[in-house]
């Protein structure tokens, strides 16, 4: 009788702690259960929808960009416009010097559509070397009087050719053997119309 109760007494022992221990067992994954697993959490797509940026009305875009076009039109005609008329009075002043101071054949060729050099050339001839330093050098005086500016010369020692560059139109100013040697209005203009041939 002492063996078998020594026995079940020491048994008795060994069932409680594997009962014990099992529990134990049994917490750690309830503890793991609490937290949410990676997955179940939402994608960030999924969270917010992808969309496409709105694109911007055309009209607003093109708008500003015509108006700009518009005014860059309309100051670029103001400019020619005024650029026209200064020729035009520049053109005016010396063909009235070359009148006062009695030079001959004047002839005056466009050049706007032939060249970028200049808008007009003027070709006149004096009657003398000393005629055409006096007509050269009180056209120059004219131009800068006139508000025209200084105009660039070159031929005024020699006498038989004078080159008056005056930013928009040059003129030239011949002995009359220098001029035929030349002959520029032939090579610039083959026929001068009636409305370029002044005097």
């Keep these: 009788m002492s063996k078998t109760a020594s026995t079940t007494k020491k048994a008795a022992p060994a069932k409680k702690t594997a009962a014990a221990k099992k529990p134990a067992t049994a917490k750690k994954p309830a503890a793991k259960a609490t937290?949410?697993?990676?997955?179940?959490?939402?994608?960030?797509?999924?969270?917010?929808?992808?969309?496409?940026?709105?694109?911007?009305?055309?009209?607003?875009?093109?708008?500003?960009?015509?108006?700009?076009?518009?005014?860059?039109?309309?100051?670029?005609?103001?400019?020619?416009?005024?650029?026209?008329?200064?020729?035009?009075?520049?053109l005016k002043t010396i063909l009235k010097s070359l009148e006062d101071d009695k030079a001959e054949d004047v002839v005056a060729i466009d050049l706007s559509n032939k060249t970028p050099m200049a808008d007009y050339m003027v070709v006149a001839s004096g009657r003398s070397g000393r005629h055409v330093g006096?007509?050269?050098?009180?056209?120059?005086?004219?131009?800068?009087?006139?508000?025209?500016?200084?105009?660039r010369v070159e031929g005024m020692t020699q006498g038989d050719l004078v080159l008056i560059d005056a930013g928009d139109i040059v003129i030239h100013v011949f002995?009359?053997?220098?001029?035929?040697?030349?002959?520029?209005?032939?090579?610039?203009?083959?026929?001068?119309?009636?409305d370029q041939a002044v005097l």
């Design 134 to 151: 006096a007509v050269s050098d009180h056209l120059m005086r004219r131009l800068k009087e006139e508000g025209f500016g200084h105009a």
């Design 175 to 194: 002995r009359p053997e220098v001029r035929e040697f030349y002959r520029l209005e032939k090579m610039w203009a083959a026929d001068i119309p009636e």
């Design 35 to 90: 937290t949410k697993p990676k997955a179940a959490a939402k994608p960030k797509s999924a969270a917010k929808p992808a969309t496409k940026p709105k694109a911007k009305p055309a009209a607003k875009t093109s708008a500003p960009k015509a108006a700009a076009v518009a005014a860059r039109k309309k100051a670029a005609a103001t400019k020619d416009a005024a650029d026209r008329k200064h020729v035009k009075a520049m």
